[in-house]
């Protein structure tokens, strides 16, 4: 019997952050693992805040970065990852995910929004990409 309750973790991610959204998955898997036992509390880091500039889609670093670091790893873990077309600003997803919640679909927008950019190239950035993923998750 736990008395002392679940292990915390605190995560800080960006749904902009290739790293992250591999991480995700490991993640997962600590949950179903150890369930009530563990306990993440996710905070939001704006990778790329104003004024700082965004990143260049077709920039040779980030097009090396990817293959490189993050398509190989990707493969390693199984994850259906594309390379961004477009490099938003986070603020207004983060700002979402604290609404889904307080509205109890934290979980789902979650993993929803990350799929959402790395899987189907979407604008995460965009206020009517965000309404679609709020309906999408019950929101």
């Not at 919640?101 to 979980?107: D, I, K, Y």
Request: charged share 25%; hydrophobic share 40%.
């Amino acid at each position: 019997m736990n008395t002392v309750g679940p292990l915390k973790i605190d995560v800080w991610s960006d749904y902009v952050c290739p790293f992250c959204y591999l991480q995700l998955a490991v993640l997962e898997q600590l949950q179903q693992t150890y369930g009530e036992r563990l306990e993440f509390n996710w905070h939001a880091f704006e990778l790329r805040p104003d004024p700082l500039a965004l990143l260049d889609p077709s920039a040779d670093y980030l097009r090396e970065t990817w293959s490189r670091s993050v398509l190989p790893m990707a493969d390693r873990r199984q994850v259906t990852m594309k390379m961004p077309s477009v490099q938003p600003r986070s603020r207004k997803v983060l700002e979402a995910a604290a609404f889904a919640r307080n509205a109890g679909s934290f979980e789902a927008f979650h993993k929803e929004a990350y799929r959402a950019f790395f899987e189907k190239g979407l604008d995460i950035g965009e206020t009517h990409t965000l309404l679609e993923l709020a309906a999408t998750t019950g929101l």
